[in-house]
Every structure is written in C-alpha cells, then in structure tokens.
C-alpha cells in the first residue's frame, strides 16, 4: 500500500516551474504504474492528472511567474526537438510525464520540465478540482474528438468503453452537437453516459454492439473511438463505421498487436488514428469551453479525498470503474 511521506521538496529545473498542486486526480495510468505495468524507479511518487499555482520559477523560463494557475499535459515535451516545435509535442520523444518518468502530484510539490512549452492557464473560473482532470482524460478525449475525429454538429459519434476517457468524449461529442451512441457491459456506466448527453447507449455484453451502432445510425458512425483499448473494442469501433468514417484509438493497447479488420478499411476507405494526449499549444480552444460552460469537466468528479486517502483510493481502482466518476485529490490551498 503506498504510504504518505515527508520527502524532500522537489528542485526547480533551469526551464521549468515548482508547482503547488491544488488538486490531482488519480487514474487508471496511476493505477498501473502501482502495479508494476510501467517501470518506475522507486520510491515513488504517481499523479499526472494537476492544477495548482506556480510556486517557483526557473531561470530560463519567461512566459510564467509565481502565482500563476495552471496545469499541464499528463505528456509534457521537451519543447525544442522537430515534434515540439511543430506543435505536436504530445508525441515528443524526450517527453517528461510527472508521476511516470519522475515524481508526480500526490503531493504538495511537483516539478515540470519546459515549462514554457507546457503550461497551460487555467481561469480564474475554473477550479482545480475540475481543472485537474484537463491534463489526461478530458484533453486526450478532446483531441481525439475534434483533431482527429473531426466531429461536426448532427455527425453520429459512437464511443466504446465509458470509462474516464469516454464518459469525457461523450460530453465533447454532445456538447459539439454530434449524436452520440455509447456503449459498456456495465449498466451503470451507460446511465453515466445518458446523463453526461449519449442519445442511445448499447450494451456490449448483450449483442453484437457493432451491428448495434450501425442499426442506430442508420449505417454507421462517422467517428468512433475505442476509449477503453482491448482487441474486441478496437476492432468493433471499426466495425461500426460508416464509409469513409474515422476510427479513433484512445485505450491503450497494452498487451501488443491488435487485430484490425483492414478488409473494411480498406473497402469502406476508413481512416485509423492513434491519439496520446494533446499538446499545451492546443489547450486554449478546450480551455475556453470549459470556461463558457459549454464543457464541464467538473461532473465527471466522482469523490474528492485528501491526500492521506490516495493509496487506498488507488487500492480501490482493482477493477472495473462501472461510471463512478473520477476521484480527485483536494489539497488544502486548492
Ligand atoms: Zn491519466
Ligand atoms: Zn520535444
């Protein structure tokens, strides 16, 4: 079980910022890292999912100042290779990820490399709690509903697994106008998915939930996003596609190749992506719908703890979440 420690405070880097966390959400990816899926170097200190205010800065950095409200991507780039300078940082090959390639923010403290090309403002308007859930779920389901996905007002969005990632794409697609069809084996999760703006919700234990979206949607979706990453999600998210429709995969696949059927890829002309994250430069299109209300990350908050109560909070994501929310960790000066 992970324990609560007093450790040393963290250094500023030259480019980067110490940030006070306000608030930090716990994932599935913490969850992981817990278990031993992604190698660490121990002890450790998880959390990726922040906002907080910026506490110190360092030397090279000119585009922030102590007393800043912000929050980053989960993916923060190295800001000066070929990708980053693109603006495609959230592919960057010397990306640094708080809480996975260094210590994250289950605690007061956290640094962030770059800090200039990953800091992203959040408004006065929006609290860290809700803000905390912008670095990883809710802008990786963002990017891969608007960037990749393309979704347009009336277009049909269908989203398989209704997890943190997909409940949020369900609430983008809507709020974008699309139709949206959500499926998951578990009830819960689909009354989650109504609430939150899915017109029709499939249950993927029952039938055959690909057939399902093309009887909804009068032929298939235009976007589809496999949100929870297994071999029989993906590959029914291309199924249920309409010609000339756009799958998007968000789940990790993390148990290696995954069979896609590129018969219908190739017969119906479907488009296939990959999405990781989004970058701190694409941020404020996202940033200004949270802010105007037309997105509200804040309900897809389940429980706020403290910081005392994350590793039984992470003990507890030992299974299917079933649409209970995410769990974020309130500091006091959040
Ligand atoms: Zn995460
Ligand atoms: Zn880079």
Do not use: K
């Amino acid at each position: 079980m992970p324990e609560l420690a007093q450790v040393a405070d963290p250094a500023c880097p030259p480019d980067g910022v110490i940030i006070a966390v306000g608030a930090s959400g716990v994932c599935r990816s913490d969850w992981h890292t817990w278990r031993g899926h992604d190698p660490v170097v121990l002890p450790h200190i998880g959390g990726h999912e922040l906002a907080g205010v910026v506490a110190q800065t360092g030397p090279e950095v000119t585009n922030w100042r102590a007393g800043d409200r912000v929050t980053v991507p989960f993916v923060c780039g190295c800001g000066r290779c070929q990708y980053c300078l693109a603006g495609n940082a959230q592919v960057c090959p010397e990306q640094t990820q708080p809480g996975f390639t260094g210590p994250g923010s289950f605690a007061e403290l956290v640094a962030v490399h770059a800090a200039d090309a990953n800091l992203v403002s959040v408004p006065d308007t929006v609290d860290f709690v809700a803000a905390a859930g912008l670095g990883c779920r809710f802008a990786t389901a963002f990017r891969a509903v608007t960037t990749h996905g393309r979704v347009r007002a009336g277009d049909w969005l269908a989203v398989h697994g209704c997890g943190g990632v997909g409940l949020s794409a369900v609430m983008i697609g809507a709020a974008l106008g699309a139709r949206v069809v959500a499926t998951d084996v578990a009830a819960s999760a689909l009354d989650r998915a109504r609430e939150l703006g899915a017109e029709f919700t499939v249950d993927a234990g029952a039938a055959d939930p690909a057939a399902s979206v093309i009887e909804i949607t009068g032929g298939g979706a235009h976007v589809s996003v496999d949100a929870l990453g297994s071999p029989a999600t993906a590959a029914t998210s291309v199924r249920g596609l309409r010609r000339r429709g756009r799958h998007v995969q968000v789940g990790l696949l993390l148990d290696g190749p995954t069979p896609i059927p590129m018969d219908l890829v190739v017969a119906r002309e479907l488009e296939i992506y990959g999405s990781h994250g989004m970058a701190a430069r694409d941020y404020p299109t996202m940033m200004s719908m949270v802010a105007d209300g037309t997105l509200r990350p804040g309900l897809l908050v389940g429980r706020v703890i403290g910081l005392e109560d994350t590793g039984r909070a992470l003990a507890a994501m030992d299974g299917p979440s079933e649409g209970a929310g995410m769990t974020v960790i309130r500091f006091p000066y959040g």
